[in-house]
């Protein structure tokens, strides 16, 4: 299977950047970035096609930008403007079609943890 490896989480202060990247180990047709916190619901943030096409959360949009480096198959958020509460374990995903654009995916990663203080 698919093997995918996260880095980039740290701790910030609300206003400030972070950059997530994931490690694929194989080419796949769509991946993403989800996230969670204990007791809520995992939601979608941002995900992508192979060929350039994204989507983003509406939480998100005009903050976060996800990008991939097609030669290495590594996968970008890159978070601005953070606040408190995208504070999360932000997980990277990988799919073979374009289920994982729609939050359906088939491969996971362990996860990063983000943390925004106020």
């Known amino acids: 299977q698919v093997q995918l490896v996260e880095s980039g989480g740290g701790s910030v202060q609300a206003g400030g950047s972070l950059r997530l990247s994931c490690v694929a180990s194989?080419?796949?047709?769509?991946m993403g970035w989800f996230r969670q916190v204990p007791g809520k619901e995992r939601e979608g943030v941002a995900t992508?096609?192979?060929?350039?096409?994204?989507d983003y959360a509406d939480s998100v949009k005009g903050r976060f930008t996800i990008s991939l480096h097609n030669a290495n198959n590594t996968l970008f958020l890159q978070m601005n403007s953070l606040k408190p509460e995208d504070t999360a374990m932000y997980y990277c995903?990988?799919?073979?079609?374009?289920?994982?654009?729609?939050?359906?995916?088939?491969?996971w990663g362990q996860g990063t943890q983000v943390t925004v203080s106020s």
């Open positions: 194989e080419y796949t047709f769509s």
């Open positions: 992508l096609v192979r060929t350039g096409t994204t």
């Open positions: 995903a990988a799919g073979r079609s374009w289920l994982c654009y729609s939050g359906s995916c088939e491969y």
